[in-house]
């Protein structure tokens, strides 16, 4: 499995971005695609997470109401819509697959190359 996340760029406070994660090889390997983010000096943290079927949707708690996970099935890709962004916020973003049979936010087993995100102030 393949994954190419495109979509970061410099933003200001209170602006948007879309990520998009396009998925390639055995994707049906993948049950559930996930966003990922590591800020500079922190450790990398979970965003959010979406099913490739029935589409529930999992959300940490800092981008509630902000962020919104969605996929194209027909076009494997993977979306990340961020409105209202902050200065924390700023992170490399990456996107990940996970494998059927697992649900613990920490069992991704498919990663992307990540793209950088920042806010300002």
């Known amino acids: 499995v393949q994954l190419q996340a495109s979509g970061g760029g410099l933003v200001q406070a209170g602006g948007s971005l879309r990520l998009s994660c396009a998925v390639s090889?055995?994707?049906?390997?993948?049950?559930?695609m996930g966003w990922f983010r590591q800020a500079p000096g922190n450790e990398r943290e979970f965003v959010a997470a979406?099913?490739?079927?029935?589409?529930?949707?999992d959300y940490a708690d800092s981008v509630k109401g902000r962020f919104t996970i969605s996929r194209d099935i027909a076009k494997s890709t993977v979306f990340l819509q961020m409105n209202s962004l902050k200065p924390e916020d700023t992170a490399v973003y990456y996107c990940?697959?996970?494998?059927?049979?697992?649900?613990?936010?920490?069992?991704?087993?498919?990663w992307g190359q990540g793209t950088l995100v920042t806010v300002s102030s």
């Open positions: 979406v099913r490739w079927t029935g589409a529930s949707t």
């Open positions: 990940a697959g996970r494998s059927y049979g697992y649900n613990s936010r920490a069992d991704y087993h498919y």
């Open positions: 090889g055995r994707t049906f390997s993948t049950d559930t």
